[in-house]
């Protein structure tokens, strides 16, 4: 059944191609929804960009078509721009609380004129403002978050617990590998770029083709920049980050789980050891991505040391097993560089190993940009906690690091790992769980 979809700001600037992810429905953009876009076309970063994304594409659609009748998409849509006089609102009145003049409560007042011009059709608000929401439902209209970019894949671990045969095992055990088929495991397990735990300490994973499941190339007793694996999780991450096959590593997890750690010490292996890439890049978005830091007083440098604070401690963490401080390494070589995101927005990033911390504070849209970016022989690592997202417009199912990581499960270029043992300390173990 068709229905009428009336869209928030934040939709819009979230993902300017939701315009056309209603299919054969209409989709209406209140008139207070178009001003309020005019005040963001100006603003730095990515929410400025997808502003001016969304007023480009609403000027294609006006030069097809009349955009105050609507204009029909491929799909047989109708997008149209809404409009009423203050006398069509004679008869439609908001309750007395709501206050006069808001930009939401003239949008709440455009609900319910198109719910009570088409009766018969049903009338949904889609914004990604939970509050919103409530107040549509107050005044009887449906309100629904915008769901198209929700990941549809979120239990994956990246890895499974099985049991093989005792004779699977010690083919295993002696040829470093064994077939699919021998081994017996669930065909549903049968994905790439997986990994297993088949217990007493013996470990696998499967490549791009899956028909074999291979023998790690690294153990327990594996140091990489100093520091060795402590589980399981933190193993197979390591093999996955150490692996120059695999161009996108996706890590997700609890605070303290060794994410960013075991990231930073990959990429410096590769970048100082062994020469794979010319250059270790780590940053992280400033909240939201588009966010300035001008009103930090210093200079470019100092104002952007409290966002990525956190890496240089990881940093100082391993270099200080070297004997060095990693602020005095950092200046006097070029092959790591610690910067936030906005500072890398646009470029493209050839022959490099970029870590992405924080990356639950991205939108799809925004990790959509970065990925790419990335250029010939280049290695992105994203890392974040999905439980602690800080964008007022994101959850566990719709950031950006989570819909990368489902899209890209059981593809051959990428791994996704969910770490789950806390190594910080055993306080911060138990305050993630409780807390």
């Not at 699977?168 to 297993?196: L, Y």
């Not at 590769?270 to 020469?275: G, I, L, Q, S, Y």
């Not at 990428?414 to 770490?419: N, Q």
Request: charged share 25%.
């Amino acid at each position: 059944m068709v229905k009428n979809y009336v869209l928030d700001t934040n939709v819009l600037l979230h993902d300017p191609q939701a315009l056309f992810s209603f299919q054969d429905n209409r989709v209406y953009i209140p008139m207070p929804v178009l001003e309020e876009l005019d005040r963001f076309k100006k603003s730095p970063g990515e929410l400025g960009a997808n502003c001016r994304e969304v007023i480009r594409k609403l000027d294609g659609l006006r030069s097809t078509g009349d955009l105050l009748k609507g204009v029909r998409t491929n799909e047989a849509g109708l997008i149209c721009v809404k409009i009423f006089q203050d006398k069509e609102f004679e008869n439609v009145v908001l309750p007395s609380y709501f206050k006069k003049g808001l930009a939401d409560n003239w949008i709440l007042l455009y609900l319910l004129k198109i719910q009570k011009s088409d009766p018969k059709m049903p009338t949904i608000f889609v914004t990604k403002d939970i509050n919103f929401r409530l107040k549509s439902q107050i005044i009887g209209v449906p309100a629904q978050d915008y769901l198209t970019d929700k990941s549809t894949v979120t239990e994956e671990k990246g890895f499974y617990e099985v049991t093989m045969s005792e004779e699977a095992e010690r083919v295993f055990r002696e040829e470093g590998k064994i077939s699919f088929s021998a081994s017996k495991i669930p065909a549903s397990m049968k994905k790439r770029n997986v990994f297993f735990d088949f217990g007493h300490s013996l470990f696998g994973k499967t490549t791009a083709t899956t028909e074999e499941i291979v023998r790690l190339e690294n153990g327990f007793g594996t140091t990489i920049s100093g520091i060795s694996a402590r589980n399981r999780e933190q193993l197979f991450a390591l093999e996955a980050l150490c692996d120059d096959t695999i161009p996108l590593v996706c890590l997700t997890g609890k605070a303290g789980t060794g994410k960013t750690l075991i990231a930073i010490a990959a990429g410096l292996s590769k970048v100082m050891d062994e020469n794979a890439y010319t250059k270790l890049t780590v940053t992280k978005p400033v909240v939201s991505m588009g966010q300035e830091i001008g009103f930090l007083p210093g200079t470019a440098e100092e104002k952007i040391r409290p966002w990525v604070q956190p890496i240089y401690d990881n940093l100082d963490f391993l270099f200080a097993r070297k004997g060095v401080r990693a602020e005095e390494y950092l200046k006097k070589r070029k092959v790591i560089e610690v910067e936030i995101l906005s500072y890398i927005r646009g470029r493209s990033i050839p022959h490099q190993y970029i870590i992405i911390d924080e990356a639950q504070n991205l939108t799809p849209h925004e990790v959509k940009t970065i990925v790419t970016r990335v250029g010939e022989k280049t290695k992105i690592v994203l890392t974040g906690d999905p439980d602690q997202i800080d964008n007022p417009y994101l959850d566990r199912t719709s950031n950006g690091l989570m819909v990368l990581a489902s899209k890209f499960f059981d593809h051959p270029l990428a791994v996704h790992i969910t770490l789950e043992k806390g190594e910080r300390s055993a306080l911060a173990t138990v305050a993630s769980e409780i807390l």
